[in-house]
């Protein structure tokens, strides 16, 4: 076993056992290049990437491409989730070198770590244009050897390049986007609207739920029909596709086909809380039950497949089992007859199952009627029979670290949604979700990123504290319980901290306490995952919104100033910066309950109200707690209020107003 052993990452120690001698990052490797005078092969990836599997078994498990890298270079392994710093520098240079980027990374460093050279996956053997894995480490060595100027001269360009990207600066001025910003987001999404498959583009179709919550936010505001048909049209095509899993419920990672049917099928925490978050809201404007289904379905599957013993929630499954990608979840239509028995033929109408299959010979279940998902009494017999079936099976790998990040988007999807419909063991289970974070993520006071097996690993980054300030916020909004908001305040002072710019406006990625990489980002545009500058953003609205700190608007603000020129350049990358330029400009609704009224508390968190806040149960320090004990409901923006409300139809008037 080489170094990686000890990590814990399940990605690092799945490659525990290559001949490849692997160093996780850190100053090991570089103090040994450096005295070496070689350079590092840094490999980027993570458990639930199929194609990272694939250069795995191709190369780095084998004995003599190990014993070439092993002589030329010092290699270093990084799950990209536990070092999304690392990744997101390095990415950065692999898109200005070869013009695309994914997993696995591959990149090649000086020993001061400045990427020299890089790409994604290399195949074991030339094609497809590209050279195998084993010419391109000769050339690169080969390179370093004879013309160490030449590759000096193009570290120092690039390193220089990251730096000024990173460098991103407030434009100055006081001037604030405004919502023309936001309509213009709209407008720019609908021209690339595929009116027949639903999504954005071209295949390969990925959720985009960022997106989609933009379109339900502004069909909220301006009542435009054509804008909630883009998302509901889209979320139809996607729950009745094969990148929904039609048995056990979850979204697969994304569609390679234009048509939602045949995915990559990882499954990951991130995209269930912001697939299951959109409809969520799609429920709560429409009513419509299948968006109600899908939403249980996704929640449910976490909870059964992804839930930690103690509240936290694991990473992801892999896309693979048994070595095939996909294994666990296609059927044959002989095995359909076998486990449905005299149902058999309406099971495989319903899920468009046939002999010859849709995937490799094998059946890919999907819904052939767009939007007709609520399932008959007979189909969901077949339903569980085939999921009963199907958990006979070798289950995909499963990556058991718990991201601080990651449950926190899961946790405010989860409270929000359990204070929707009402499911007392969704807000259970997000209250112990809350513990979880308090006492398995923080040591000595300061957040951590990742988790697993009793072991908190990796300072947190700004994207962590931001997606737990939002979640605590939304936990006290769903339970009316006071330490929830202490708890968010708490994250919030320690975001601003450690992460925020003292010479110019937004957060950096890591902290002043972290370790020194090449650069300091900022993180600004959306991604798999919001960034962080805009759940900051979004967070300490609504949490400023709640306790009365004007501070944190303050921040979030300077924020909005740092992107002021460049939402307009791609709107559909600064989803989330754009929801906080909405509570800027509309500004939040500030919803106070007082006494014991779960009537009107109810009616506030089933309705869709994006850009509300909700205080209500034990009182905490906030002017919408002030001298309001009375048993009624306010509705104010900027603390300045209606009349108070007595019944949830005086409310919901006023609300709707």
């Known amino acids: ?120 996956y290399f195949p074991k053997e030339s094609r497809h244009g590209l050279p195998s894995f084993l010419q391109l480490c000769q050339a690169v060595a080969q390179t370093w050897s004879e013309k160490r100027s030449d590759v000096d001269e193009q570290a120092q360009r690039l390193t220089d390049a990251l730096g000024q990207a990173a460098n991103l600066a407030s434009p100055g001025g006081a001037e604030l986007p405004s919502l023309r910003a936001v309509s213009a987001a709209s407008k720019a999404l609908a021209t690339r609207f595929d009116a027949r498959w639903g999504g954005f583009g071209d295949a390969p179709k990925f959720p ?223 209250r112990t979700n809350g513990e979880f974070l308090l006492a398995e993520l923080r040591a000595d006071g300061r957040w951590l990123r990742s988790w697993q097996d009793g072991r908190g690993r990796h300072l947190a980054y700004a994207a962590d504290h931001a997606a737990v300030v939002d979640a605590f916020t939304r936990l006290a909004e769903a339970t009316g319980e006071s330490r929830w908001i202490t708890e968010a305040r708490a994250v919030a002072d320690a975001m601003l901290d450690l992460f925020w710019d003292a010479d110019g406006e937004g957060v950096f990625t890591s902290g002043r306490d972290a370790e020194q990489l090449i650069t300091r980002p900022k993180d600004v545009l959306d991604n798999v995952v919001p960034s962080a500058n805009g759940s900051a953003a979004v967070a300490l609205l609504r949490l400023g919104a709640l306790v009365g700190d004007d501070g944190y608007r303050q921040k979030a603000e300077g924020i909005l100033r740092l992107v002021r020129e460049t939402l307009h350049q791609s709107p559909g990358a600064f989803c989330y910066l754009l929801w906080g330029v909405e509570l800027v400009a509309s500004p939040v609704v500030e919803i106070a309950i007082t006494g014991d009224r779960e009537d009107l508390v109810g009616a506030v968190q089933r309705r869709y109200l994006p850009n509300a806040v909700l205080a209500w149960g034990e009182p905490y320090p906030s002017p919408l707690f002030e001298e309001r004990q009375d048993g009624r409901a306010y509705v104010c923006r900027e603390y300045a209020c209606l009349a108070p409300a007595e019944t949830v139809e005086d409310l919901i008037a006023q609300l709707d107003s």
């Not at 009745?240 to 099928?265: M, T």
């Open 208 to 430: 985009q739920p960022d997106q989609l919550d933009l379109l339900l936010r502004e069909h909220a505001r301006t009542g435009d029909a054509a804008i909630l048909e883009i998302v509901t049209a889209t979320l139809d095509a996607m729950a009745c596709g094969g990148i929904y899993d039609h048995l056990g419920g979850g979204f697969h990672r994304y569609s390679v086909d234009a048509r939602w049917l045949v995915p990559h099928f990882e499954k990951m925490l991130y995209d269930q809380a912001l697939i299951a978050r959109v409809y969520l809201h799609a429920w709560k404007v429409t009513g419509e039950d299948r968006y109600l289904q899908v939403l249980s379905e996704t929640i449910d599957y976490v909870r059964r497949d992804l839930r930690h013993p103690a509240g936290g929630f694991f990473s992801s499954e892999d896309a693979d089992s048994e070595g095939e990608e996909g294994k666990f979840y296609v059927w044959q239509l002989a095995e359909l007859q076998e486990h449905v028995g005299s149902g058999a033929d309406v099971a495989a109408d319903w899920w468009g199952v046939s002999a010859s299959g849709n995937f490799e010979g094998s059946n890919i279940l999907h819904r052939p009627v767009r939007g007709d998902i609520l399932r008959p009494a007979e189909i969901e017999a077949a339903r569980q029979a085939l999921f009963s079936a199907r958990e006979e099976r070798v289950r995909p790998g499963l990556d058991d670290k718990v991201l601080t990040e990651w449950n926190g988007l899961f946790l405010s999807t989860l409270a929000e949604a359990a204070a929707a419909t009402g499911r007392t063991d969704w807000l259970d289970d997000a």
């Open 1 to 120: 076993m080489n170094r990686l052993a000890n990590e814990t990452s399940p990605y690092l120690r799945q490659h525990k056992d290559n001949p490849v001698d692997w160093y996780p990052w850190g100053d090991e490797a570089f103090t040994r290049a450096r005295a070496e005078n070689k350079p590092i092969l840094l490999s980027v990836g993570y458990a639930a990437c199929h194609w990272c599997h694939v250069m795995a078994h191709e190369s780095f498990e084998d004995p003599e491409t190990a014993a070439v890298i092993n002589e030329l270079f010092v290699n270093v392994k990084v799950d990209r989730e536990e070092r999304p710093d690392v990744d997101a520098i390095y990415m950065d240079a692999v898109q200005a070198m070869v013009g695309r980027g994914g997993w696995p990374m591959t990149v090649f460093l000086t020993p001061d770590g400045r990427p020299f050279f890089g790409g994604t």
